[in-house]
């Protein structure tokens, strides 16, 4: 147990240095004309050294937090309103879907259409109409992704209440902040530490894995090239299924941002008390406004 804590002590304040020379020398990690860099930006992006500065930046956020809570509040506001912005934008995929589909079905079945030439900017992108059709996936993934922050924000998710329902306005915030830094925060890092290796697998050769250590990564750099996945499903099916894998990415980090603004939101809401719930929450009332309308009418 003391090994342990030493060790996480230790590395806490390596975090610090880290920190401070990754800003000051960002050439080494983000000159990727370097493939030494790359590789830095590779290995770290998975890395216990990534991880403990992610942990220790939340660590003195929160302390700043508990010292002046309008700081606290700035951020939940800051980390909502970036959840809600990329939610509302990803979720127009969801109309570029419908209409796609509603094209794709239209220039099969009646045009007898087999491909799709566009041809912006004296650009040709021809595609065969299967292409099109798996490409609805690539939709569907952009709005579980892009949108699961935004949904949470707005409380859209499923909750099972067993006892959640019952109790007190400070027992749910107490549960609320278990919640994230035992259930949301964990899986989210454990997520991206697989999805982070298995993107890149699919975007450089030779390949990358998560067991491989900074000095063997050095010398594979002599070695390392842009090898980006284009193999489809089906012959002429969607074949940039590496989209998939950066939305894995995505996910994880706007989970695991939610997850530390949810923390924050119940803190505060457990030490500002009951008429400090949903302060600053920015919900869509669309629904609400329509029943104002009706009201108005009648």
């Known amino acids: 147990m003391l090994d342990a804590a030493l060790w996480v002590i230790t590395n806490i304040g390596a975090a610090f240095y880290n920190t401070g020379y990754a800003i000051l020398n960002p050439g080494t990690w983000l000159d990727w004309s370097d493939p030494v860099a790359k590789v830095r930006f590779i290995y770290y992006g998975g ?49 570029l879907m419908v209409l796609q589909q509603i094209m794709i079905v239209f220039l099969q079945r009646i045009f007898r259409v087999s491909e799709i030439t566009l041809g912006p900017f004296g650009t040709v992108f021809t595609r065969d109409l299967s292409w099109y059709s798996e490409e609805l996936k690539l939709y569907n993934a952009m709005i579980v992704c892009l949108c699961v922050s935004y949904t949470f924000v707005q409380g859209g998710h499923v909750r099972v209440d067993l006892v959640y329902a019952a ?13 994230s830094i035992l259930f949301m925060m964990p899986v989210m890092v454990l997520t991206w530490m697989y999805a982070w290796f298995f993107m890149w697998r699919h975007l450089v050769t030779p390949k990358i894995s998560a067991s491989d250590n900074l ?14 996945e284009t193999i489809g499903f089906s012959p002429n099916g969607f074949d940039a299924y590496f989209l998939f894998k ?12 939610q997850a530390c603004a949810f923390f924050w939101r119940s803190y505060l809401e457990f030490v500002e008390g009951e008429a400090s719930a949903g302060k600053y929450l920015d919900k869509d009332k669309l629904g609400d406004a329509e029943a104002e309308r009706a009201a108005e009418i009648h």
């Open 47 to 95: 890395s216990v050294e990534f991880f403990f500065v992610v942990f220790t930046t939340f660590l003195v956020l929160t302390g700043i937090g508990f010292w002046k809570r309008t700081f606290l509040w700035g951020l939940v506001r800051g980390l909502e309103g970036f959840a809600n912005v990329l939610g509302r934008f990803a979720a127009w995929a969801g109309l």
């Open 167 to 179: 109790v007190s306005h400070r027992t749910k915030r107490v549960i609320d902040m278990l919640g």
């Open 246 to 257: 950066v939305l894995i990415v995505a996910f994880c980090g706007c989970v695991f941002l």
């Open 215 to 228: 000095d063997l990564l050095e010398r594979k750099a002599r070695i390392l090239k842009w090898n980006v």
